[in-house]
Nanobody
Framework: QVQLVESGGGLVQPGGSLRLSCAAS????????MYWVRQAPGKGLEWVSG????????DYLDSVKGRFTISRDNAKNTLYLEMNSLKSEDTAVYYC????????RGKGTLVTISS
């Protein structure tokens, strides 16, 4: 079955950086667009970024453009999200997802931005 396991979250100060990883299994990873979605405290799921099957196309939520970079390694079945210049409003549980709505997603990794 599909398994998506996120890692790399933590507590960082505003302006800091984190790199999230997602190990995928149970499906042909390279055959799918992949996504990161997040859920801030008390809010619904929010799409953050997507990357095409061969990584030649990416897309970002406006508020993270220029700060976040999505990438993938199809040989390792792994998805990444490099996050820089982090802000308090980036605080959320971040999920790796097989669809843009996040219906098929992992258990998430918590990112907390606080001084």
């Amino acid at each position: 079955q599909v398994q998506l396991v996120e890692s790399g979250g933590g507590l960082v100060q505003p302006g800091g950086s984190l790199r999230l990883s997602c190990a995928a299994s149970g499906f042909i990873f390279g055959a799918y667009w992949m996504y990161w979605v997040r859920q801030a405290p008390g809010k619904g799921l929010e799409w953050v970024s997507g990357i095409s099957r061969s990584a030649n196309a990416t897309d970002y939520l406006d508020s993270v453009k220029g700060r976040f970079t999505i990438s993938r390694d199809n040989a390792k079945n792994t998805l990444y999200l490099e996050m820089n210049s982090l802000k308090s409003e980036d605080t959320a549980v971040y999920y790796c997802a097989k669809d843009k709505a996040g219906a098929v997603r992992g258990k998430g990794t918590l990112v907390t931005i606080s001084s």
